[in-house]
Nanobody, 128 residues
Framework: EVQLVESGGGLVQAGGSLRLSCAAS????????IGWFRQAPGKEREGVSC???????????YYADSVKGRFTVSGDNAKNTVYLRMNNLKPEDTAVYYC??????????????????WGQGTQVTVSS
């Protein structure tokens, strides 16, 4: 059974930093694209960042334009964990952040939401 468990959310002032973690189990970590989405109140879920499977044809990472230069995604295959380092946080980054994998072996970024498994989410609140 695929399980994704996020942690690391919280309340931070604008300009501050947080690191989110997503512990994955139930599948071979590096076989799938894995990454982060977020959903703010009243808004649709949006892709934030992603790491392609090492088996993918195209490889690479993905960042939404709104977070480029501020967020960094990384993975630790030994720990089956993906991280999202968030620097220079802004109030508009306030959202529930979800970890997700694309359930196709060898998948590339961006993650297809119609073929994804999701974590339960972790709240990030940035105060101004």
């Amino acid at each position: 059974e695929v399980q994704l468990v996020e942690s690391g959310g919280g309340l931070v002032q604008a300009g501050g930093s947080l690191r989110l973690s997503c512990a994955a189990s139930g599948f071979t970590f590096d076989d799938y694209a894995i990454g982060w989405f977020r959903q703010a109140p009243g808004k649709e879920r949006e892709g934030v960042s992603c790491i392609s499977s090492s088996r993918s044809r195209y490889g690479g990472t993905y960042y939404a334009d709104s977070v480029k230069g501020r967020f960094t995604v990384s993975g630790d295959n030994a720990k089956n964990t993906v991280y999202l380092r968030m620097n220079n946080l802004k109030p508009e980054d306030t959202a529930v952040y979800y970890c997700a994998i694309d359930l196709s072996i060898g998948s590339s970024c961006p993650i297809r939401t119609t073929a994804a498994a999701w974590g339960q989410g972790t709240q990030v609140t940035v105060s101004s």
